[in-house]
């Protein structure tokens, strides 16, 4: 009999949807050797936050089929483990937009007339009318920084209060912006301009502490800001400062860099212009029940032999094609996110372009493998192998797909992808060559013979002497080690590329040195 374990607490609706087709144990807080003990008895399991579903605990359940997260984040979960066994992992990413949409809002409106204070102060017997005069929303403007599904509902809301809304998102096309009826800008102006700032963008390693002091610096003395994305955005000293100092008017959180906040935190110390919630913002009874119901719907249609909707590893494929498209994936998903740093503004349109062998490969894959590349910047772990289609489209952003089998640049073939946005366009190829071994082999036409690092630098420059050395006695400066380095050219003093892969990854202050180096055009530092 098809068997399914809930180990978390989960919404009743959810378990009566999955009685439906199997039987449903629910044995939530058990300790991980327990668990461990158990698992290899069941089809599917069902979880929040609460479980870790381990590597070990995957190896230990050969009948397990899928696991499904009821929210959005899949962090207690070892998806590649569970990708490698063939274990589908689902989880609900749109359940709680509209709770956490309304959570900023809430805040937004609390920031404005002053609620929690003015509570507080009524129930202590005061009746303080002039301390709490507010602000209202209407006319203002509000910079909602990520356009998501959830910044998305925020800036529609805010549009229907008479709010002018400026918005930050590099993968949102102008024609979505209008749309939306946003005026998109870059994020100091946005932060500069705005009275009221909302943050939606997932944690990552370019968005960590993205709020900065210099930041808050720049915006206006009676701005207020809202996040009730992800804690680390925003660097919780440099607030707790900025509010004691006056330099904005309020602020309103819901998560935190660490959780539950610490005693020490500086943002306990601030007693006034700040509001903070318990990372609230998903916790609705309707959010609740409609991630419940959304991931065991999923879960009873795979055990059906149906698709699932919002797999976060790859949906649909074997593990025979999975292991022989690895590298070509790993290559595509490479390239995109090499490209989605070199474009440096939107990106509007990409061109896939499946050349020699490489056409004979199923393209969708390799199409969405470059498309969650190219989004994982801005999007970190929410994008995945199922959604990136989804969001690229949500953003306006238009996918050609070229098949060239007539090309015999190299034996197995060649993937190359180009980028059209604000900034222009770019365009990177790669190849896979023995031993599945990636190479990036032309940067904007430019031939080079690069193995992908970690850190890495791409310069355009003109071919000229010294400029090499000098950029390499720059980086020793810096302490910045660098592995190995290529230089690209067509003709003879013209224009070239360099590719250098560092040990270390490039400082701003030291990219703005390099750019002012005679000779270089563009420095983009990549980190893949």
Not at 162 to 191: C, H, K, N, W
Request: glycine share 8%; aromatic share 2%; net charge negative.
């Amino acid at each position: 009999m098809t068997k399914v374990l809930v180990s978390d607490p989960i919404d009743q609706t959810g378990i009566d949807i999955l009685s439906q087709v199997a039987q449903v144990d629910v044995r939530t807080g058990l300790p991980p050797d327990q668990l461990l003990s158990i698992i290899g008895d069941y089809d599917a399991l069902m979880i929040r936050s609460g479980t870790q579903v381990t590597a070990e605990l995957i190896a230990a359940a050969p009948r397990l089929r899928i696991i499904g997260r009821a929210g959005v984040g899949v962090d207690n979960v070892d998806v590649p483990a569970a990708t490698r066994q063939g274990v589908l992992v689902v989880n609900s990413p749109e359940g709680n937009t509209i709770a956490a949409a309304e959570h900023a809002l809430a805040m937004m409106l609390s920031l404005s007339r002053h609620v929690p204070q003015a509570h507080a102060s009524t129930m202590a017997g005061g009746w303080d009318r002039k301390k709490y005069v507010g602000n209202e929303l209407y006319k203002k403007k509000l910079g909602v920084v990520g356009l998501g599904k959830i910044g998305s509902h925020v800036a529609r809301v805010a549009k229907a209060l008479g709010m002018e809304v400026l918005a930050y998102d590099p993968f949102i096309s102008t024609e979505r912006a209008q749309m939306l009826q946003v005026r998109l800008m870059a994020v100091a102006p946005l932060f500069a301009e705005a009275d009221y700032i909302s943050l939606h963008l997932p944690r990552t390693p370019d968005t960590e502490n993205l709020v900065n002091a210099e930041l808050l610096g720049s915006m206006k003395p009676t701005a207020r800001l809202v996040n009730c994305a992800r804690g680390g955005i925003v660097d919780e000293v440099a607030l707790a400062a900025a509010l004691e100092a006056g330099t904005i008017a309020g602020a309103a959180l819901d998560v935190y860099a660490n959780e539950p906040l610490k005693p020490d935190s500086p943002l306990l110390a601030v007693r006034d212009r700040l509001i903070l919630t318990p990372h609230l913002g998903a916790s609705t009874e309707e959010a609740q029940e409609n991630v419940a119901v959304d991931v065991a719907e999923q879960i009873r249609d795979v055990l059906l032999g149906l698709p699932a909707r919002s797999a976060v590893n790859i949906p649909g494929m074997t593990p025979e094609v999975m292991e022989r498209l690895k590298p070509h994936l790993q290559l595509a998903e490479t390239l995109g996110l090499l490209l989605s740093q070199m474009a440096g503004g939107s990106v509007q349109e990409l061109e896939v372009r499946l050349q020699g062998e490489f056409a004979n490969h199923p393209s969708q894959p390799l199409v969405v493998a470059a498309l969650k590349g190219l989004l994982s910047s801005a999007l970190g772990d929410r994008i995945n192998y199922v959604n990136a289609s989804l969001e690229a489209k949500g953003r306006g952003l238009h996918v050609l797909e070229v098949k060239d089998d007539s090309s015999r640049d190299f034996a197995g073939g060649s993937l190359q992808l180009t980028s059209r946005g604000s900034q222009g366009s770019h365009t990177v190829t790669g190849a896979v060559f023995a031993d599945g071994d990636l190479r990036i082999t032309t940067i904007d036409e430019f031939p080079v013979n690069v193995a992908p690092s970690r850190h890495m630098l791409f310069t355009r420059h003109r071919d000229m002497p010294g400029i090499i050395g000098h950029l390499g006695s720059l980086l020793g400066e810096h302490n910045v080690n660098i592995a190995s380095m290529q230089v690209g050219r067509r003709i003879v003093r013209g224009d070239a590329v360099m590719v250098l892969s560092l040990d270390d990854p490039i400082p701003p202050s030291l990219l703005a040195s390099i750019g002012k180096i005679n000779g270089i055009q563009e420095a983009h530092p990549v980190t893949l």
